[in-house]
Nanobody, 119 residues
Framework: QVQLVESGGGLVQSGGSLRLSCAAS????????MGWFRQAPGKEREFVAH????????VYADSVKGRFTISRDNAKNTVYLQMNSLKPEDTAVYYC????????????WGQGTQVTVSS
């Protein structure tokens, strides 16, 4: 089993920055990819960014490209999401997720952390 714990959410003004962290514990030796997703009220969960563990390849949703940066600390089994130039439409619960090798979907999810951007 793997446990994911997010932190770093909060309230910030438009144009501000936040950094989210997601620490993985448990059977973390088998990480293929970790990602961030978000869900705003009344909307479906959407992809934000992911990073592939063995080559640091990153992918971003168009809506956050150039503003958000995903990174990882291998030694700490932690993935980060640096969010700059935040907009009110970035307001959502942000979830991190872990995908093991040869899996089609993400296997494990965190509990989520609220990000609220005021205008």
């Amino acid at each position: 089993q793997v446990q994911l714990v997010e932190s770093g959410g909060g309230l910030v003004q438009s144009g501000g920055s936040l950094r989210l962290s997601c620490a993985a514990s448990g059977h973390t030796f088998n990480i293929w990819r970790m990602g961030w997703f978000r869900q705003a009220p009344g909307k479906e969960r959407e992809f934000v960014a992911h990073i592939t563990w063995n080559n640091d390849n990153t992918v971003y949703a168009d809506s956050v490209k150039g503003r958000f940066t995903i990174s990882r600390d291998n030694a700490k089994n932690t993935v980060y999401l640096q969010m700059n130039s935040l907009k009110p439409e970035d307001t959502a619960v942000y979830y991190c997720a872990l995908r093991r090798p040869f899996r089609e979907n993400y296997d494990y999810w965190g509990q989520g952390t609220q990000v609220t951007v005021s205008s």
